[in-house]
């Protein structure tokens, strides 16, 4: 009676290589490892059953499945959104199954953050203008009232140096007549 298989999984490059086996040993001869990789703890048991399905139908045949999408990886290498990497082009290194290519896990693609309000931005500008609006108003209302000022005032200096101009020589006068008084008082 044959054995029962089982599907090991270990690390290649890029990859997770599946084989169906029935033991560790059977394993590491089908993946061609010259080492105890289930001991070193980078090979291991699959029990899942959607991985174990393509192993299952072929026997001892390493079936490769990418691990991890196409622009993780290439992000991993230093590559641009066109693939270019130090090395060359983009290419498929290794052919990976119809079923590999269903069951890689693919990065979610993150969600469009909607763009900011900038309504917001819009009413502070227009409130910041009216602001500065109504600051050269009052500029301009002071600088009227100062020149308004300044003219009121000097009119009252000149009406002030006309009645100062005035109470001199009433002054002036009146000294002289005291003085001719006085002399004629005298003598």
Do not use: C
Request: net charge positive.
């Amino acid at each position: 009676m044959p054995r029962k298989l089982k599907v090991f999984r270990t690390a290649i490059g890029f990859h997770d290589a599946y084989v169906a086996a029935p033991t560790q040993k059977a394993a590491l001869e089908a993946w061609g490892a010259d080492a105890n990789l289930f001991a070193r703890g980078v090979a291991e048991l699959v029990t899942d059953p959607a991985l174990s399905e393509e192993p299952l139908a072929h026997p001892g045949q390493v079936i490769k499945r990418l691990r991890g999408s196409e622009a993780e990886h290439f992000a991993a290498l230093g590559t641009g959104p066109e693939g270019e990497a130090v090395h060359g082009k983009r290419g498929k290194a290794t052919a990976v199954s119809d079923a590999g290519k269903r069951s890689a896990r693919k990065k979610p693609e993150a969600p469009v953050k909607p763009r900011p309000d900038r309504a917001p931005l819009d009413q502070a500008e227009e409130t910041l203008e009216a602001a500065k609006q109504a600051q050269r108003k009052v500029e301009r209302d002071f600088r009227e009232r100062e020149q308004a000022l300044a003219r009121e005032r000097r009119a009252a200096e000149r009406d002030a140096e006309a009645e100062l101009g005035k109470a001199r020589q009433a002054r002036d006068a009146a000294k002289t007549r005291y003085d001719r008084a006085l002399e004629r008082w005298r003598s």
